[in-house]
């Protein structure tokens, strides 16, 4: 696998790192910590954010001016350097509608990958990107293909 990698990330990815599911943080933190050593470019789209703010919004919480500075902090601080965020346009929805896929998001998602040139979706689901010309994996499979072929092990040190 040639790194750095450019890696398209599903909304579910993003709100692993906001919301307080063990079981899914820390992997959704280790593609995070892919971008820090230049491993990867991670790539979403802007409209992803409106969902990804309402959702933690609802599920944790959390006062909107603590979402928005923890967005902020992952979008345009250290991380941003990294992490390209993409507008969906007229072209992108009309691409998206015409495929008739069941899950318009998902759809939408693989055709803005497919304009990033993206080597992988990065999702917790998979299975609705069967028709994706861009493979999808979840984040803990890659950790895993990145450790079988790079020898290549990302873990977090607390200090």
Partial sequence: ????LTLFL???VMLDGFLPRREFNRDAGLILLM????????HCS??????????????????SRVIQEEMEDLLFGSLSRN???????????????RRRWPDFEDCL????AE???????VTRDAHGFDKSSVPAIPPRALLEKLKREN???????EW
């Fill in 1 to 4: 696998m040639k790194l750095p």
């Fill in 10 to 12: 599903d909304t579910n």
């Fill in 35 to 42: 971008a820090q050593f230049d491993d990867a470019k991670l």
């Fill in 46 to 63: 802007t409209s992803m954010l409106t969902d990804l703010f309402y959702i933690v919004k609802k599920s944790a919480k959390r006062a």
């Fill in 83 to 97: 992490i390209y965020l993409h507008t969906v346009d007229t072209v992108d929805v009309r691409e998206a509608l």
């Fill in 109 to 112: 998602v693989n055709v803005c």
């Fill in 115 to 121: 304009r990033v040139g993206a080597d992988y979706i």
């Fill in 151 to 157: 020898d290549l092990t990302y873990d977090e040190i």
